[in-house]
């Protein structure tokens, strides 16, 4: 009984996570432009020092996952708070 169960969760899940994929890489293609010229533009207006210390302070935290070629990174938002 308990199989069931668990076989037809596993069976609706599938139908309804068919298709994401497609959809997860049409929104990232769709906002990566937008998301990284508005922090570009931000960083962009800083003055030197300030650009060079958000430089330093951006390596320095991904440092940890540098990988050759590029980052092994889960995630990465592009979006901050300013202070």
Not at 12 to 37: C, L, N, Q
Not at 61 to 77: F, I
Request: hydrophobic share 45%; charged share 30%.
């Amino acid at each position: 009984m308990a199989e069931d169960y668990r076989q037809a969760g596993l069976d609706i899940w599938e139908r309804m996570a068919a298709g994401w994929e497609d959809d997860r890489r049409a929104v990232w293609d769709a906002s990566r432009v937008v998301g990284a010229g508005a922090l570009a533009m931000l960083i962009r207006a800083l003055p030197e020092a300030d650009q060079a210390e958000v430089r330093r302070r951006t390596e320095e935290k991904l440092r940890p996952v540098v990988r050759t070629p590029g980052y092994n990174v889960a995630g990465l938002c592009l979006n901050v708070p300013a202070e």
